[in-house]
């Protein structure tokens, strides 16, 4: 049965910030594409970062510079570093696992950003 759990989510104020984790169990985590996504009150689910399994990231041009994306294949854990965070970053976020012809998704994590 596979499992992406995520946490580290919360209420921080504008400028402050927070660290995600995903938690995954079921896959063979090194070998798997794996992302965070959002989604924002009222708008369509959107990718936020992503990374290989060689650990190379990319990021949407909206958090590039503020989010550092990365894994630790020996904990089968992928993580979301968010700085600098701005109340339009408040959405769910959502673990994503791509292996060949499947995809999996976390049951996500809120993260608000308000003063």
């Known amino acids: 049965q596979v499992q992406l759990v995520e946490s580290g989510g919360g209420l921080v104020q504008p400028g402050g910030s927070l660290r995600l984790s995903c938690a995954a169990s079921?896959?063979?985590?090194?070998?798997?594409?794996m992302g965070w996504y959002r989604q924002g009150p009222g708008s369509q689910r959107e990718l936020v970062a992503g990374i290989t399994s060689g650990s190379r990231p990319w990021y949407a041009d909206s958090v590039k510079g503020r989010f550092t994306i990365s894994r630790d294949n020996a904990k089968n854990t992928m993580y979301l570093q968010m700085n600098s965070l701005k109340p339009e970053d408040t959405a769910v976020y959502y673990c994503?696992?791509?292996?060949?012809?499947?995809?999996?998704w976390g049951q996500g994590t809120q993260v608000t950003v308000s003063s």
């Open positions: 079921g896959i063979i985590f090194s070998k798997s594409l």
């Open positions: 994503n696992a791509k292996s060949p012809g499947l995809t999996y």
